[in-house]
């Protein structure tokens, strides 16, 4: 399984971007996904995770401005992020989880910056 992410760049705080993960390669059973980040100096988080059209979480502090969301046709992962805020600067990642194998796969994260 390859992810490919992007969509980063550089926005004013208030503004909204779209990330986007293209999942390639073969999946095997029960997979979750999910869109991780890494701010300067910090640990990496959850940002929000996708289980199936009907059951997705979010981490608190995106909550009701951020939308993960899923295009099967396109086998595509979208992280839709509004009201964005200088909190929010991080490289972004999107992570495949083997449920059965408990395997995870990393794409190479985008950067995102938001200026105040």
């Known amino acids: 399984v390859q992810l490919q992410a992007s969509g980063g760049g550089t926005v004013q705080a208030g503004g909204s971007l779209r990330l986007s993960c293209a999942v390639s390669?073969?999946?095997?059973?029960?997979?979750?996904l999910g869109w991780y980040r890494q701010a300067p100096g910090k640990q990496r988080e959850l940002v929000a995770s996708?289980?199936?059209?009907?059951?997705?979480n979010y981490a608190d502090a995106v909550k009701g401005r951020f939308t993960i969301s899923r295009d099967n046709a396109k086998n595509t992962l979208y992280l839709e992020m509004n009201s964005l805020k200088p909190d929010d600067t991080a490289v972004y990642y999107c992570?495949?989880?083997?449920?059965?194998?408990?395997?995870?796969?990393w794409g190479k994260g985008t950067l995102v910056t938001v200026s105040s």
């Open positions: 992570k495949y989880h083997n449920v059965a194998a408990n395997m995870d796969y």
């Open positions: 390669g073969r999946n095997f059973g029960h997979y979750t």
């Open positions: 996708w289980i199936n059209r009907m059951n997705t």
